[in-house]
């Protein structure tokens, strides 16, 4: 009954996620099993997805957003924490890159044949180490059997034309021996030239409120929207009530045209005196100056049309598994690559007075190759319930391009191996031991360089232990790990406003742990409590990166000297369940010492960039999540599920010095505002119908970067999908799926407040889908 009860309660979030703001009919499910029953773990199963990157995959659910650098590279972003601080993982392995440290390269994923995304909320440092000190996101691929088919073949086209919308194309085959073999092979592309958008590609802000009531310019807002924004003090040809006719007769003594002007009526030069003809424009009481306020675009200010929002996918992999009594080994083959453009964005954002028509667009070319193998066994040694080894190697490679010419390469080669023990329940125990390696190089070249030559190792052993009695249920988990950043031989050079003078090694010891419980309260509630202390060394860019990190638009300085971050999160969940109706409510509260962020130094170095370095504090995060759904049976007329969802999240420096209050603010720029959405899922036989919509509020807690930070407005996304299923018993062709799908039906301006390019590239425009995909 216990597990019933908190199970169907913590489902409260499935009706909602079901019904994605994507075409598609997504279904979501929070782990119920060990050891996750206490965790805030989301499943996103893919039947038919359509995503564009992974963010936006998973945005639908409470908690989780996208980074939204424009339409083409969106991670997620759990609550309000991403790049070095949320775990990306395929098929239990980790694929952080560049994706970690530069918003503008997307994480490889493929759309189509994705089968889901686990989703852990809460911290998740003792599963996968520092990197997931703000959650972690494992995606399933696909392309690994775990468990053999039902059917020795099946082949899945499919085809999709898109209106504002990517055209897709994908070919999935499986073919088995229903005994030992059994292997899968996936092709699949995207594509679009460019995306449509209700107005203009700047925000109207970017116009109406550079120039501050209070004076001066807003260089943050200014900066953000690539603008040329100055203020010139200019001579006002109506404050003086005659016009100098000596300068008049003699203009090449003049200064200025305040020379031409004068308070008196006659004027005496070289003796001779001059009357002064009366100024026809003169106003009394108006001031000798005047201010010239100069508003230029740097980029341009697109209508109708997202300039530079090209994208170009490209997937193929395959992937065997050999079954036999006491478990099955895969290996597998995986290639991706992305072509496409950041929108409204030059990587140049070029000075004042420079001919802006020569800037150029930035585009990004990303490739990479995994080769993995994964391995289980049954009951391999006495008290062992299950060995799991997993062993894999990661080229990443990803490249800004500034028009034709390469800014910046940078390679990331990473070996990787885990090997997880289950042991064999022991009463209520039961748990796990692991042992986890990676050694990743970095090498970069291009002329654009703000990262050195680096190879990092880390290595660590961790134990998960699970209690579970008939009242409640219990776990806790520890892990020891240790990271190395090494700096290696290149022509990488810091700017003369580094802060490190000379480039040293760095090594850190870190330790996590997590404590919880859950219980039933009676037969309708439920309760979860939570308590982690986790760990995370500094990554690369903040330790070592100096010079112009164009894709942040920042002059970015790194401090070797930094100190690991320890966060302390406590996290409470109340659940009810009763006859179809779930609901769950979460609180959390993150207190990080040391947390790491950009600093902004109060300077500017050339192209406008701000300079910042990275710097720690003490800061607080804290924010909750509320879901709703209630289950429906209407008969003849099929099922019905409604669902709700509301979400909020802050994240304040708790005592800022007078410098990080004055630059930076309280609160960081770019988080994510509180959200609360409303869905409809209607299902009848092969028929299936989704609406939803998603409000977006206007931000209320602002950051800095010195000028304040200004908020745009809110906005409603309302999507609808409908689609349909022919069964073909007869035919080679078994079975052929139909949809139809409309995004952002309301055509809004929709501008996520935690992306980077909110005031520059709003999301699309309406856009909608056909397609077809057909099982053989």
Same mark, same amino acid.
């Given at each position: 009954?216990?597990?019933?009860?908190?199970?169907?309660?913590i489902?409260?979030?499935?009706?909602?996620?079901?019904?994605s703001?994507?075409?598609?009919? $997504?279904?979501?499910?929070?782990?119920?099993?060990?050891?996750?029953?206490?965790?805030?773990?989301?499943?996103?199963?893919?039947?038919?997805?359509?995503?564009g990157?992974?963010?936006?995959?998973?945005?639908h659910?409470s908690?989780?957003?996208?980074?939204?650098?424009?339409?083409?590279?969106?991670?997620?972003?759990?609550?309000?924490?991403?790049g070095?601080?949320?775990?990306?993982?395929?098929?239990? $392995?980790?694929?952080?890159?560049?994706?970690?440290?530069?918003?503008?390269?997307?994480?490889?994923?493929?759309?189509?044949?994705?089968?889901?995304?686990?989703?852990?909320?809460?911290?998740?440092?003792?599963?996968?180490?520092?990197?997931?000190?703000?959650?972690?996101?494992?995606?399933?691929s696909?392309?690994?059997?775990r468990k053999?088919?039902d059917?020795e073949?099946?082949?899945?086209?499919?085809?999709?034309?898109?209106?504002?919308?990517?055209?897709?194309q994908?070919?999935?085959?499986?073919?088995?021996?229903?005994?030992?073999?059994?292997?899968?092979?996936?092709?699949?592309?995207?594509?679009?030239?460019?995306?449509?958008?209700?107005?203009?590609?700047?925000?109207?802000?970017?116009?109406?409120?550079?120039?501050?009531? @209070?004076?001066?310019?807003?260089?943050?807002?200014?900066d953000s929207?690539?603008?040329?924004?100055r203020?010139?003090?200019?001579?006002?040809?109506s404050?003086?009530?005659?016009?100098?006719?000596?300068?008049?007769?003699?203009?090449?003594?003049?200064?200025?045209?305040?020379?031409?002007?004068?308070?008196n009526?006659?004027?005496?030069?070289?003796?001779?005196?001059?009357?002064?003809?009366v100024?026809?424009?003169y106003?009394?009481?108006?001031?000798?100056?005047v201010?010239?306020?100069?508003n230029?675009d740097?980029?341009?200010?697109?209508?109708?049309?997202?300039?530079?929002?090209?994208?170009?996918?490209?997937?193929?992999?395959?992937?065997?598994?050999?079954?036999?009594?006491?478990?099955?080994?895969a290996?597998?083959?995986?290639?991706?690559?992305?072509?496409?453009?950041?929108?409204?964005f030059?990587?140049?954002?070029?000075?004042?007075?420079?001919?802006y028509?020569?800037?150029m667009?930035?585009?990004?070319?990303?490739?990479?190759?995994?080769?993995?193998?994964e391995?289980?066994?049954l009951?391999?040694?006495?008290?062992v319930?299950s060995?799991q080894?997993r062993?894999?190697?990661?080229?990443n490679a990803?490249?800004?391009?500034?028009?034709a010419t390469?800014?910046?390469?940078?390679?990331?080669?990473?070996?990787?191996?885990?090997?997880?023990?289950? $042991?064999r329940?022991?009463?209520?125990?039961t748990?796990?031991?692991?042992v986890?390696?990676?050694?990743?190089?970095?090498s970069?070249?291009?002329?654009?360089?703000?990262?050195p030559?680096?190879?990092?190792?880390?290595s660590?052993?961790?134990?998960k $232990?699970?209690?579970?009695?008939?009242?409640?249920?219990?776990?806790?988990g520890?892990?020891?790990?240790?990271v190395?950043?090494?700096?290696?031989?290149?022509?990488?050079?810091?700017?003369?406003?580094?802060?490190?003078?000379?480039?040293?090694?760095?090594?850190?010891?870190?330790?996590?742990?997590?404590?919880?419980?859950?219980?039933?309260?009676?037969r309708?509630?439920?309760?979860?409590?939570?308590?982690?202390?986790?760990?995370?060394?500094?990554?690369?860019?903040?330790?070592?990166?100096s010079n112009?990190?164009?894709?942040?638009?920042?002059?970015?300085?790194?401090?070797?000297?930094?100190?690991?971050?320890?966060?302390k999160t406590?996290?409470?969940?109340?659940?009810?369940?009763?006859?179809?109706f779930?609901?769950?409510?979460?609180?959390y509260?993150?207190?990080?010492a040391?947390?790491?962020?950009?600093?902004?130094?109060?300077?500017?170095?050339a192209?406008?960039?701000?300079?910042?370095?990275?710097k720690?504090?003490?800061?607080?995060?804290?924010?909750?999540?509320?879901?709703?759904?209630?289950?429906?049976?209407?008969?003849?007329?099929?099922?019905?599920?409604?669902?709700?969802?509301?979400?909020?999240?802050?994240?304040?420096?708790?005592?800022?010095?007078?410098?990080?209050?004055h630059n930076?603010?309280?609160?960081?720029?770019?988080?994510?505002?509180?959200?609360?959405?409303?869905?409809?899922?209607?299902?009848?036989?092969?028929? @299936?119908a989704n609406l939803?919509?998603?409000?977006?509020?206007?931000?209320?807690?602002?950051g800095?970067?010195?000028?304040?930070?200004?908020?745009?407005?809110?906005?409603?996304?309302?999507n609808f999908?409908?689609?349909?299923?022919?069964?073909l018993?007869?035919?080679?062709?078994?079975?052929?799926?139909?949809?139809v799908?409309?995004?952002?039906?309301?055509?809004?301006?929709?501008?996520?407040?935690?992306?980077?390019l909110?005031?520059?590239?709003?999301?699309?425009?309406?856009?909608?889908?056909?397609?077809?995909t057909?099982?053989?």
């Amino acid at each position: 009954m216990r597990l019933h009860v908190l199970a169907a309660a913590i489902l409260s979030t499935f009706q909602y996620a079901h019904a994605s703001e994507e075409i598609t009919l $997504q279904t979501i499910n929070i782990q119920a099993e060990r050891p996750s029953n206490i965790d805030s773990v989301v499943v996103v199963e893919n039947q038919q997805a359509q995503n564009g990157t992974l963010g936006g995959m998973l945005e639908h659910v409470s908690g989780v957003q996208s980074s939204a650098f424009g339409p083409n590279a969106g991670a997620p972003v759990i609550r309000s924490l991403s790049g070095n601080r949320v775990q990306i993982l395929e098929d239990g $392995q980790s694929i952080l890159g560049m994706n970690a440290l530069s918003g503008d390269i997307n994480i490889p994923f493929d759309p189509l044949f994705v089968r889901s995304a686990t989703v852990n909320k809460s911290s998740d440092s003792v599963r996968f180490g520092g990197n997931a000190i703000g959650g972690s996101v494992d995606v399933d691929s696909g392309l690994v059997s775990r468990k053999m088919e039902d059917q020795e073949k099946e082949v899945e086209l499919v085809l999709r034309k898109g209106f504002n919308n990517a055209d897709a194309q994908g070919l999935r085959l499986n073919f088995n021996d229903q005994k030992h073999f059994s292997t899968n092979v996936q092709l699949s592309f995207q594509k679009i030239s460019h995306y449509t958008i209700p107005g203009n590609s700047k925000a109207s802000v970017c116009n109406s409120q550079l120039f501050p009531a @209070k004076g001066g310019v807003n260089t943050f807002l200014a900066d953000s929207c690539q603008k040329e924004a100055r203020i010139q003090q200019v001579y006002n040809k109506s404050s003086q009530p005659y016009i100098d006719q000596f300068m008049t007769e003699n203009p090449d003594w003049a200064d200025g045209d305040f020379s031409f002007y004068t308070n008196n009526p006659t004027s005496v030069w070289q003796r001779k005196t001059y009357v002064n003809p009366v100024n026809p424009a003169y106003v009394p009481g108006t001031p000798t100056t005047v201010q010239n306020k100069i508003n230029r675009d740097v980029t341009p200010d697109y209508h109708g049309t997202l300039g530079n929002s090209y994208s170009s996918n490209a997937h193929f992999a395959v992937g065997t598994t050999y079954f036999f009594d006491g478990g099955y080994v895969a290996a597998s083959v995986d290639s991706k690559e992305s072509k496409y453009g950041v929108p409204g964005f030059s990587m140049e954002n070029l000075s004042f007075g420079s001919n802006y028509a020569e800037g150029m667009p930035v585009g990004v070319v990303i490739r990479q190759d995994k080769y993995a193998l994964e391995a289980k066994l049954l009951e391999p040694v006495p008290y062992v319930e299950s060995a799991q080894l997993r062993v894999s190697r990661l080229n990443n490679a990803s490249g800004e391009r500034l028009g034709a010419t390469k800014a910046n390469d940078y390679q990331f080669d990473t070996n990787q191996a885990e090997l997880l023990l289950a $042991q064999r329940r022991a009463g209520p125990l039961t748990g796990m031991l692991g042992v986890n390696y990676q050694a990743r190089e970095i090498s970069g070249s291009g002329s654009q360089l703000y990262l050195p030559d680096v190879n990092t190792t880390s290595s660590a052993l961790f134990v998960k $232990q699970n209690l579970d009695f008939a009242w409640a249920s219990f776990d806790a988990g520890f892990r020891r790990e240790k990271v190395e950043h090494e700096i290696e031989n290149s022509g990488f050079k810091t700017s003369r406003n580094a802060k490190n003078s000379r480039l040293e090694d760095r090594d850190f010891s870190l330790n996590s742990y997590n404590l919880g419980a859950s219980t039933e309260l009676g037969r309708l509630f439920g309760a979860k409590l939570r308590y982690s202390s986790s760990q995370r060394a500094p990554e690369v860019n903040e330790l070592y990166a100096s010079n112009r990190h164009y894709s942040i638009m920042t002059q970015e300085e790194g401090d070797q000297n930094l100190k690991a971050e320890r966060a302390k999160t406590t996290e409470f969940t109340i659940l009810f369940g009763n006859r179809g109706f779930k609901a769950s409510a979460t609180a959390y509260s993150m207190k990080y010492a040391n947390y790491l962020y950009l600093g902004h130094s109060g300077l500017q170095t050339a192209n406008r960039l701000p300079l910042k370095y990275w710097k720690q504090t003490d800061t607080t995060v804290k924010g909750f999540e509320v879901d709703a759904s209630q289950a429906l049976d209407l008969g003849a007329c099929g099922k019905l599920a409604l669902s709700a969802f509301a979400d909020l999240v802050k994240n304040k420096a708790d005592n800022p010095d007078s410098l990080r209050a004055h630059n930076d603010g309280e609160y960081l720029p770019n988080m994510p505002t509180n959200r609360y959405g409303a869905n409809l899922l209607w299902e009848n036989q092969d028929w @299936k119908a989704n609406l939803s919509g998603t409000r977006y509020d206007k931000q209320k807690y602002m950051g800095k970067s010195v000028s304040d930070e200004v908020p745009l407005d809110g906005y409603t996304m309302v999507n609808f999908q409908l689609s349909r299923a022919f069964q073909l018993p007869n035919s080679s062709v078994r079975e052929i799926e139909v949809f139809v799908s409309a995004s952002n039906l309301l055509d809004q301006d929709a501008r996520p407040h935690n992306s980077p390019l909110k005031y520059i590239a709003p999301l699309p425009g309406r856009g909608f889908q056909l397609g077809v995909t057909g099982k053989i």
